[in-house]
């Protein structure tokens, strides 16, 4: 019988994960090079089900309203009550964009309007991809946030109140970083993985603002 | 027994797929939501797995010589014979430029240098997101390139020797375009998908450079 039950990496330590990832009893699993691959795989000895473990693709925004930005306090395991912002995993079906506007409803109860790439960030110890959009509120006048199932809260917060000792993950800050060092000017072209931790494999990065 | 060898999308139609895409027998399966999801998936219900159909991230390159782009054309279906950029599934574990380099040694043989993300473009229709990037030969002076084992040859080609009617995948002239709309110029913002076709979910687009 094939366990593969959620194939997710279950060392996803302190990187945003969901429902989907859970630990995975790799019993029975060996690895084996599929025909025509190039190499090895978890190939479940018991029905042939091919592990292929796939990086995964988060999508995200920095929702900006004025000068502050939407950040939402995690309800959820990993790293509860810290701050993150809406992003998720993308899904089957959807664009980024289309992505990105969903985890800010879903997170945020946010309706929110897309500006463009903010940054594209490795997290290469865990197989992420995330892709953070600088966005604002579809009714720019009318900024409604609110906490959705996966939130305790959300908030609008200035640079100077961004509660930086409390941030759930490394690309969070990479991502708040890039927002200010762009401002509401040109997006141009994105941020990537700070020079300190180019691969995104450092679990642990200094509290502060700086990258 | 699980029978999702490869649960990869069988409708790959022009998108670039190699070996773990394969046709699945989907016999067992029903739709349920997992606890602690908030969405349908395919769950086996022999054995539990559930089917999460993941987008996947195609990285490649524009690599350039001078004034020419490297091309491949495809030893493997689909689209076997057409060109193509050195492009491929990212792997676990990577980045996104280690991605790209690995595909063109793999695809072209080519050792390349990343310069920047050129294009981000949705294939929403196959739950693919692709990351192109500018790229130049290691070594600028010997730009040595090859057919790797899914390439028939290998090419370098100018701007107008580009075989258009040969083009491989949508995507491909995207980027093709979004290079030569940058030129050696600053990457800027990368390219995303054409106006034409916002969520990448046309089949046939029409032949030439234009997007």
Same mark, same amino acid.
């Given at each position: ?90 899904? !089957?079906? +959807?664009?980024?964009? *289309?992505?990105?506007?969903? +985890?800010?409803?879903? *997170?945020? +109860? ?34 409604? !946030?609110?906490?959705?199932? *996966? ?37 141009? !072209? ?11 494999? !450092? ?9």
């Amino acid at each position: 019988m094939c366990e593969a039950v959620g194939h997710d990496n279950p060392d996803a330590g302190l990187e945003p994960i969901g429902p989907r990832d859970q630990v995975i009893d790799m019993t029975g699993f060996t690895r084996q090079i599929p025909d025509g691959d190039n190499r090895e795989r978890d190939v479940c000895a018991a029905c042939g089900h091919i592990d292929y473990q796939n990086p995964k693709v988060v999508v995200g925004a920095v929702v900006v309203s004025g000068t502050a930005v939407l950040l939402c306090r995690r309800a959820i395991e990993p790293r509860k009550g810290y701050w993150t912002l809406p992003a998720g995993y993308m899904e !089957h079906g +959807e664009t980024l964009e *289309e992505g990105a506007a969903r +985890e800010a409803m879903e *997170e945020a +109860e946010a309706a929110i309007a897309i500006d463009g790439i903010l940054g594209v960030f490795n997290v290469a110890r865990i197989g992420q991809v995330q892709v953070i959009f600088r966005a604002r509120f579809a009714e720019p006048d009318r900024p409604f !946030h609110a906490a959705g199932p *996966e939130s305790l809260e959300t908030g609008l917060f200035e640079w100077d109140d961004i509660p930086w000792d409390e941030i759930a993950f490394p690309t969070v800050r990479w991502a708040l970083n890039a927002w200010r060092d762009r401002g509401e000017g040109a997006l141009g !072209h994105p941020a990537g993985n700070p020079a300190a931790d180019p691969r995104g494999v !450092h679990r642990i990065t200094p509290v502060g603002p700086a990258a």
